[in-house]
Nanobody, 120 residues
Framework: QLQAFGGGLVQAGGSLSLSCAAS????????MGWFRQAPGKERVFVAHISWSGTSTYYADSVKGRFTISRDNDKNTVSLQMNSLKSEDTAVYYCAAARRFGLTSRDYAYWGQGTLVTVSS
């Protein structure tokens, strides 16, 4: 089970940190990802981190601004978002997969989502 939190309202140019807590003893075996879904749009990939945390991958739209990290001792994955833009407004979801993936279909487990609103 995954639970995402940390969303909220932030001004453009500001920062926000999202976290996702996972239950269970196998968290360290999963690749973790963040996706987002803006109003009226499809859910899209944002960032991905390997099970060990040594490999990360970002969508071009967030590269250089967002940082994904994980703590396998605490069963958490985080997304640090800097230099936020109005187009970053979306519901953000954390997800778990058994392997590297860039699409929703690659992920078997999903959190409930947390809303990030960036005001311009």
């Amino acid at each position: 089970q995954l639970q995402a939190f940390g969303g909220g309202l932030v001004q453009a140019g500001g920062s926000l940190s999202l976290s996702c807590a996972a239950s269970g003893s196998t968290f360290s075996m999963y690749y973790m990802g963040w996706f987002r879904q803006a109003p009226g749009k499809e859910r899209v990939f944002v960032a991905h981190i390997s099970w060990s945390g040594t490999s990360t991958y970002y969508a071009d739209s967030v590269k250089g601004r967002f940082t994904i990290s994980r703590d396998n001792d605490k069963n958490t994955v985080s997304l640090q978002m800097n230099s936020l833009k109005s187009e970053d407004t979306a519901v953000y979801y954390c997800a778990a997969a058994r392997r590297f993936g860039l699409t929703s279909r690659d992920y078997a487990y999903w959190g409930q989502g947390t809303l990030v609103t960036v005001s311009s």
